[in-house]
């Protein structure tokens, strides 16, 4: 359209409004696209007109124009349904699901699930799932990298942002690129002195500007807006046309603004991580004024351990003996069992139903229909031989536990009807028993040995929530305890079939749950209301009344908040980010602290028996445990005792119980006896040292398993799990190969420029979804047909060093093939942009951590250049290797990058001023002879202070801030050379392939090899031309792996069901586990290499 024209459609909207005709002109401003009136946009969203709302959008953005428009529209139709069901019209509710809603499916298929669920609701209020993505205000303050309790936001329609510590501020609506411009409220003002257009708004920056949008990857599992996981909810940034300037004398844009209207949409890629952050006294809502407070010594506060499960915990507990034993529960069915202190995943295992023949009708019918199943509650028996396992189907499973990774099954009970919303252990008549509660409205207690159903309570008005056993022994009957049942109302019980004895309403009348005192003799309970206000309160059980209420809640909680209790004077829930603290005999708040970030709006809390360590969820579906000084000795204790190799020199010794052990282990409170119980830990997985002072129960050890270490040897299919994948696109060779972050899917890129991913389902077979060797992927495309395809520009890709990273949030890919910089969207395909072209040429690519805007780029010409997203511009170059950039990490840990070239250099530099801290060159091991061009890559250990580093030559282990190398290890002269290596997700193996297709896998202990398979053992081919080039680590399961090999082909591999690891960890030298304690000379491999 011609500028003379544009002037003319805004000349015509200035008079249609002046002379009140609104629907005329809310008409053509939606036709032409030309101006987006957020008034009126914002009284129609207030007042409820959904369809008047998507209608006015349609005409500036479209559902899947990008993830902000995807998320705008799944917003609107997501109100529109919800309405419905309010109003008990079914029909226009299956109306809207189907063609309204049906299209985010493909995007998210467990929240289709979950909202399609609630047509079966009575009333859909009661589902959780409402509340987690049910929309607040404040949405935006949601992703804020560091949220400010009570942020003054008064609407949803201008960006949000709080201070962030390291003193960087967000770009304010007026001048950031993403958000252009927005119009006031108001009416339109007469039109200006000098004619009837503004004046040119400045000129917008370069069409890259601002792409990323710099949100935190804050996700809210409970009262979030919205959970389909679409990143920052910003309405301007989702508009693909021009906003008016903020000027409040002006609202049309002129005529001739055309190159506001031409420049690129923002795009913004929402998976930025937060900045590490300690609060040690905060604010709180619900005073006059902000008072601070002091911590207490004795509260866990150090961020100790951060532990990736991969799926968002619902659940945890600690082992009432061995305490750094954490059981937690997730929101896809899996279930782990932690030791916390050496970081070690003893057991893992995803839903599985063990009897479907024995399930109800009910039961076997919902889970045929869909077989998605989120674990509500897990928990262990007093003495810590069961642990109980409450799901949102129906079933309850009790496993016995029997030390180390042993873990059996002994009951299932198909316990109520839908959700089984919490369940616990008590001894009624001195016998343990199982208590259940669920959605139809019953508790129901089982016998703990055989399942039997003793008890059945009825006649609740609606779900039960949660039940809590009274362990006092001087009310009544001693061997008859309470017990208490609540759903916004709280009941209680005696362990017959005479209706509960007490019935009155608990604060917040909704998600409401108890706990007592350590000691049994106080009462609490947490509850959080639909409307988000939260409350902890102390109970008079004699009266049954309030005794106090606690304060400091924010105003509106974004999640249903958890609590617990601690050394009979604590209480701390997850609430605005953070951990809380109160002292049990005040009503103020005590303390807060934020874990350094990274934590939901209402995170997942647990104390361990003593209060020494504090499990708590994480955002990213991972774990942090913090620790007190005790809690820090107890750790550290069980870190050096984990594993003790003089142990193969001894003669066999009997197995201790280790519950037994446990027990007398713990018998006090002291540091000594918690050493102690560290003792019981290493005789629960099998190492019975300095036990003498303990007479447990002994049972004849059959052989001792560690007394003679053997390599692990793969050499037939049948030793393994494997899976080629399929594939129906012409390729030559597998160049870069990884999983998401989800875990769900695997993204390669072949040397030919083309990108393949595979993606798993969901199904009976593969409950959670999660990739597998087990069941066979698809090779995804979208609809539209089109490939992910690298610009290649005069170059031949097959001679082009290929690098490519992807987003934390597995949106976008950033990747190059020796062209252009290209940006794709992972869900559509579609380049959302190209930028940098060659000479020089891409080769390495890596995020920053704290700012996703900041790339670091190392090219081909042995330069890193530092780019700037938003600003589209190099921010520095950084000089220092002698050949090509090969591999690029960054630690947010130490805040450096550690980049590696082909030169065999290695360089730190710090990323405040960029300048190079240390470099260091490897040292070829004696008698091999590295090509020219040998590539060097890096990646940092799960603690962030020691990175791997993968030459053709050897494999090595660094500390980052002297460079020294504390572990190596080398192939015999005569091996083949190493062609990959990557640190499993839990940093506790490497997996290492080599180009006489052999795959080998590492103890990072010790850098020693436990275990090594051929690759022709499932492809029936050993040719050097089906060599795996690349290896790339499963994101949540650590003894999982995929080879990207050079005839094209993807392969994933896992170990048998029955072995669950690869092969066993060899011994440690010195009596230490900890492989960054010893160092091993650089320039001679050392007794530490193994055979090959």
Same mark, same amino acid.
């Given at each position: 359209?011609?500028?003379?024209?544009?002037?003319?459609?805004?000349?015509?909207?200035?008079?249609?409004?002046?002379?009140?005709?609104?629907?005329?002109?809310?008409?053509?401003?939606?036709?032409?696209?030309?101006?987006?009136?957020?008034?009126?946009?914002?009284?129609?969203?207030?007042?409820?007109?959904?369809?008047?709302?998507?209608?006015?959008?349609?005409?500036?953005?479209?559902?899947?124009?990008?993830?902000?428009?995807?998320?705008?529209?799944?917003?609107?139709?997501?109100?529109?349904?919800?309405?419905?069901?309010?109003?008990?019209?079914?029909?226009?509710?299956?109306?809207?699901?189907?063609?309204?809603?049906?299209?985010?499916?493909?995007?998210?298929?467990?929240?289709?699930?979950?909202?399609?669920?609630?047509?079966?609701?009575?009333?859909?209020?009661?589902?959780?799932?409402?509340?987690?993505?049910?929309?607040?205000?404040?949405?935006?303050?949601?992703?804020?990298?560091?949220?400010?309790?009570?942020?003054?936001?008064?609407?949803?329609?201008?960006?949000?942002?709080?201070?962030?510590?390291?003193?960087?501020?967000?770009?304010?609506?007026?001048?950031?690129?993403?958000?252009?411009?927005?119009?006031?409220?108001?009416?339109?003002?007469?039109?200006?002195?000098?004619?009837?257009?503004?004046?040119?708004?400045?000129?917008?920056?370069?069409?890259?500007?601002?792409?990323?949008?710099?949100?935190?990857?804050?996700?809210?599992?409970?009262?979030?807006?919205?959970?389909?996981?679409?990143?920052?909810?910003?309405?301007?940034?989702?508009?693909?046309?021009?906003?008016?300037?903020?000027?409040?004398?002006?609202?049309?844009?002129?005529?001739?603004?055309?190159?506001?209207?031409?420049?690129?949409?923002?795009?913004?890629?929402?998976?930025?991580?937060?900045?590490?952050?300690?609060?040690?006294?905060?604010?709180?809502?619900?005073?006059?004024?902000?008072?601070?407070?002091?911590?207490?010594?004795?509260?866990?506060?150090?961020?100790?351990?951060?532990?990736?499960?991969?799926?968002?915990?619902?659940?945890?507990?600690?082992?009432?003996?061995?305490?750094?034993?954490?059981?937690?529960?997730?929101?896809?069915?899996?279930?782990?069992?932690?030791?916390?202190?050496?970081?070690?995943?003893?057991?893992?295992?995803?839903?599985?139903?063990?009897?479907?023949?024995?399930?109800?009708?009910?039961?076997?019918?919902?889970?045929?229909?869909?077989?998605?199943?989120?674990?509500?509650?897990?928990?262990?028996?007093?003495?810590?031989?069961?642990?109980?396992?409450?799901?949102?189907?129906?079933?309850?499973?009790?496993?016995?536990?029997?030390?180390?990774?042993?873990?059996?099954?002994?009951?299932?009970?198909?316990?109520?009807?839908?959700?089984?919303?919490?369940?616990?252990?008590?001894?009624?008549?001195?016998?343990?028993?199982?208590?259940?509660?669920?959605?139809?409205?019953?508790?129901?207690?089982?016998?703990?040995?055989?399942?039997?159903?003793?008890?059945?309570?009825?006649?609740?008005?609606?779900?039960?929530?949660?039940?809590?056993?009274?362990?006092?022994?001087?009310?009544?009957?001693?061997?008859?305890?309470?017990?208490?049942?609540?759903?916004?109302?709280?009941?209680?019980?005696?362990?017959?079939?005479?209706?509960?004895?007490?019935?009155?309403?608990?604060?917040?009348?909704?998600?409401?749950?108890?706990?007592?005192?350590?000691?049994?003799?106080?009462?609490?309970?947490?509850?959080?209301?639909?409307?988000?206000?939260?409350?902890?309160?102390?109970?008079?059980?004699?009266?049954?009344?309030?005794?106090?209420?606690?304060?400091?809640?924010?105003?509106?909680?974004?999640?249903?908040?958890?609590?617990?209790?601690?050394?009979?004077?604590?209480?701390?829930?997850?609430?605005?980010?953070?951990?809380?603290?109160?002292?049990?005999?005040?009503?103020?708040?005590?303390?807060?602290?934020?874990?350094?970030?990274?934590?939901?709006?209402?995170?997942?809390?647990?104390?361990?028996?003593?209060?020494?360590?504090?499990?708590?969820?994480?955002?990213?579906?991972?774990?942090?445990?913090?620790?007190?000084?005790?809690?820090?000795?107890?750790?550290?204790?069980?870190?050096?005792?984990?594993?003790?190799?003089?142990?193969?020199?001894?003669?066999?010794?009997?197995?201790?119980?280790?519950?037994?052990?446990?027990?007398? %282990?713990? #018998?006090?409170?002291?540091?000594?006896?918690? *050493? &102690? /119980?560290?003792?019981? @830990?290493?005789?629960? !997985?099998?190492? +019975?040292?300095?036990?003498?002072?303990?007479?447990?129960?002994?049972?004849?050890?059959?052989?001792?398993?560690?007394?003679?270490?053997?390599?692990?040897?793969?050499?037939?299919?049948?030793?393994?799990?494997?899976?080629?994948?399929?594939?129906?696109?012409?390729?030559?060779?597998?160049?870069?190969?990884?999983?998401?972050?989800?875990?769900?899917?695997?993204?390669?890129?072949?040397?030919?420029?083309?990108?393949?991913?595979?993606?798993?389902?969901?199904?009976?077979?593969?409950?959670?979804?999660?990739?597998?060797?087990?069941?066979?992927?698809?090779?995804?495309?979208?609809?539209?047909?089109?490939?992910?395809?690298?610009?290649?520009?005069?170059?031949?890709?097959?001679?082009?060093?290929?690098?490519? %990273?992807? #987003?934390?949030?597995?949106?976008?890919?950033? *990747? &190059? /093939?020796?062209?252009? @910089?290209?940006?794709? !969207?992972?869900? +559509?395909?579609?380049?959302?942009?190209?930028?940098?072209?060659?000479?020089?040429?891409?080769?390495?690519?890596?995020?920053?951590?704290?700012?996703?805007?900041?790339?670091?780029?190392?090219?081909?010409?042995?330069?890193?250049?530092?780019?700037?997203?938003?600003?589209?511009?190099?921010?520095?170059?950084?000089?220092?290797?002698?050949?090509?950039?090969?591999?690029?990490?960054?630690?947010?840990?130490?805040?450096?990058?550690?980049?590696?070239?082909?030169?065999?250099?290695?360089?730190?530099?710090?990323?405040?001023?960029?300048?190079?801290?240390?470099?260091?060159?490897?040292?070829?091991?004696?008698?091999?002879?590295?090509?020219?061009?040998?590539?060097?890559?890096?990646?940092?250990?799960?603690?962030?202070?020691?990175?791997?580093?993968?030459?053709?030559?050897?494999? &090595?282990?660094?500390?980052?801030?002297?460079?020294?190398?504390?572990?190596?290890?080398?192939?015999?002269?005569?091996?083949?050379?190493?062609?990959?290596?990557?640190?499993?997700?839990?940093?506790?193996?490497?997996?290492?392939?080599?180009?006489?297709?052999?795959?080998?896998?590492?103890?990072?202990?010790?850098?020693?090899?436990?275990?090594?398979?051929?690759?022709?053992?499932?492809?029936?081919?050993?040719?050097?031309?089906?060599?795996?080039?690349?290896?790339?680590?499963?994101?949540?399961?650590?003894?999982?792996?995929?080879?990207?090999?050079?005839?094209?082909?993807?392969?994933?591999?896992?170990?048998?069901?029955?072995?669950?690891?690869?092969?066993?960890?060899?011994?440690?030298?010195?009596?230490?586990?900890?492989?960054?304690?010893?160092?091993?000379?650089?320039?001679?491999?050392?007794?530490?290499?193994?055979?090959?």
């Amino acid at each position: 359209m011609s500028s003379l024209s544009r002037e003319l459609v805004f000349l015509i909207l200035q008079f249609l409004d002046e002379e009140k005709f609104k629907e005329t002109v809310h008409k053509l401003e939606q036709e032409s696209g030309f101006f987006f009136n957020m008034k009126y946009f914002e009284d129609e969203v207030h007042g409820g007109n959904w369809d008047e709302v998507e209608k006015y959008l349609s005409g500036f953005t479209k559902v899947d124009d990008n993830r902000y428009s995807m998320k705008i529209f799944f917003e609107i139709r997501k109100q529109k349904y919800l309405e419905a069901l309010d109003k008990h019209d079914r029909s226009k509710a299956v109306e809207i699901l189907v063609k309204d809603l049906k299209v985010f499916a493909t995007f998210n298929e467990d929240l289709f699930k979950e909202i399609t669920q609630l047509l079966t609701l009575e009333n859909f209020r009661y589902a959780a799932c409402v509340y987690e993505f049910a929309s607040c205000l404040n949405w935006q303050h949601q992703l804020c990298k560091n949220p400010r309790s009570n942020p003054d936001i008064k609407t949803l329609f201008v960006d949000h942002s709080c201070g962030q510590p390291n003193g960087a501020r967000a770009p304010s609506p007026a001048n950031n690129p993403l958000l252009g411009s927005l119009s006031k409220a108001g009416g339109f003002p007469p039109l200006g002195a000098h004619g009837p257009f503004q004046p040119t708004p400045a000129q917008v920056p370069a069409p890259l500007a601002g792409w990323m949008s710099n949100p935190s990857t804050v996700t809210h599992p409970a009262i979030s807006g919205g959970a389909i996981g679409l990143g920052p909810s910003s309405i301007p940034a989702a508009l693909k046309h021009p906003r008016t300037p903020t000027n409040p004398s002006v609202d049309y844009p002129s005529g001739d603004s055309d190159h506001v209207a031409k420049r690129t949409r923002p795009m913004g890629i929402s998976d930025e991580v937060n900045l590490p952050v300690n609060v040690l006294s905060v604010p709180f809502q619900g005073h006059g004024h902000s008072q601070a407070f002091s911590a207490p010594d004795d509260l866990p506060r150090a961020v100790a351990r951060i532990l990736n499960q991969g799926s968002s915990p619902m659940s945890m507990d600690f082992h009432p003996v061995q305490q750094t034993l954490l059981l937690v529960g997730t929101n896809v069915g899996d279930i782990a069992l932690w030791e916390v202190g050496s970081r070690e995943r003893l057991v893992s295992k995803s839903f599985k139903v063990w009897d479907v023949s024995a399930c109800s009708m009910t039961l076997q019918a919902a889970l045929v229909k869909d077989p998605a199943v989120s674990v509500n509650r897990v928990i262990w028996s007093p003495d810590g031989s069961l642990f109980g396992v409450a799901y949102s189907r129906h079933i309850v499973q009790i496993y016995s536990y029997h030390g180390g990774e042993e873990v059996r099954q002994h009951l299932e009970i198909d316990a109520h009807t839908g959700g089984v919303n919490d369940i616990a252990f008590s001894h009624p008549n001195k016998q343990l028993c199982v208590i259940t509660c669920g959605d139809d409205k019953t508790i129901k207690v089982w016998d703990a040995t055989n399942g039997t159903k003793q008890y059945t309570f009825e006649g609740h008005e609606a779900p039960v929530y949660s039940v809590c056993p009274h362990y006092k022994e001087n009310i009544q009957d001693p061997w008859r305890p309470y017990l208490h049942i609540l759903y916004g109302k709280i009941k209680a019980w005696l362990y017959d079939n005479m209706g509960s004895r007490v019935d009155y309403e608990a604060p917040g009348r909704w998600c409401t749950t108890m706990a007592y005192s350590a000691d049994g003799t106080r009462l609490f309970s947490c509850g959080t209301s639909k409307e988000g206000e939260s409350y902890i309160v102390e109970w008079n059980e004699s009266e049954g009344a309030v005794k106090r209420t606690y304060q400091g809640f924010r105003k509106r909680s974004l999640g249903v908040v958890q609590f617990d209790t601690t050394k009979n004077r604590y209480l701390a829930a997850g609430d605005d980010f953070s951990i809380k603290f109160w002292d049990m005999d005040s009503v103020q708040p005590l303390t807060s602290f934020d874990a350094e970030g990274g934590l939901p709006a209402s995170p997942r809390i647990r104390f361990n028996k003593d209060g020494s360590l504090l499990a708590v969820s994480t955002n990213d579906n991972g774990l942090k445990i913090l620790a007190n000084l005790d809690g820090m000795r107890l750790l550290r204790t069980l870190e050096n005792l984990s594993y003790d190799s003089s142990r193969t020199a001894e003669a066999p010794k009997p197995t201790i119980n280790p519950i037994s052990v446990a027990a007398a %282990a713990a #018998s006090s409170a002291g540091l000594a006896e918690r *050493s &102690a /119980s560290v003792t019981a @830990i290493a005789g629960m !997985n099998g190492d +019975t040292r300095n036990v003498a002072d303990v007479k447990p129960r002994i049972t004849e050890e059959s052989s001792d398993k560690s007394k003679i270490w053997k390599l692990t040897e793969i050499n037939e299919p049948s030793q393994c799990r494997s899976l080629r994948l399929p594939e129906n696109l012409r390729v030559t060779k597998i160049s870069r190969l990884i999983f998401t972050n989800s875990g769900n899917a695997i993204l390669a890129l072949a040397s030919n420029a083309i990108h393949l991913l595979w993606k798993w389902q969901r199904s009976d077979r593969n409950s959670n979804g999660k990739a597998t060797a087990s069941v066979s992927p698809q090779l995804w495309q979208p609809s539209s047909g089109i490939l992910m395809t690298n610009d290649v520009a005069d170059t031949n890709p097959e001679e082009a060093v290929p690098c490519f %990273a992807l #987003s934390k949030n597995d949106s976008y890919v950033m *990747s &190059a /093939s020796g062209g252009k @910089i290209s940006l794709f !969207n992972m869900m +559509t395909f579609k380049t959302m942009a190209t930028f940098m072209p060659p000479p020089p040429a891409a080769t390495s690519l890596a995020f920053h951590p704290q700012d996703n805007n900041i790339i670091a780029i190392g090219m081909d010409d042995s330069t890193i250049q530092i780019y700037n997203v938003r600003v589209d511009e190099v921010k520095s170059k950084l000089k220092g290797h002698s050949k090509r950039i090969t591999g690029l990490a960054f630690s947010h840990v130490l805040n450096v990058l550690v980049s590696s070239g082909a030169d065999s250099q290695l360089c730190v530099w710090n990323t405040d001023g960029w300048e190079k801290q240390k470099s260091r060159f490897l040292q070829v091991p004696a008698g091999r002879t590295p090509t020219a061009l040998s590539d060097t890559r890096v990646q940092f250990h799960q603690d962030q202070i020691h990175f791997l580093v993968v030459h053709e030559t050897q494999l &090595a282990i660094f500390e980052t801030t002297k460079l020294d190398c504390v572990k190596q290890w080398a192939p015999r002269d005569t091996s083949a050379p190493i062609t990959h290596a990557t640190f499993s997700c839990d940093s506790q193996l490497v997996y290492a392939s080599f180009s006489d297709a052999s795959v080998c896998v590492f103890n990072v202990a010790n850098l020693r090899l436990r275990c090594r398979k051929s690759y022709c053992i499932s492809s029936g081919q050993c040719q050097l031309q089906r060599s795996p080039l690349v290896i790339a680590a499963h994101p949540s399961e650590a003894n999982e792996f995929a080879l990207g090999l050079s005839d094209g082909g993807v392969h994933v591999f896992e170990p048998l069901e029955s072995e669950n690891k690869w092969g066993v960890p060899p011994p440690v030298e010195n009596g230490s586990a900890s492989s960054m304690a010893a160092t091993t000379s650089v320039g001679a491999p050392g007794s530490e290499q193994a055979q090959r």
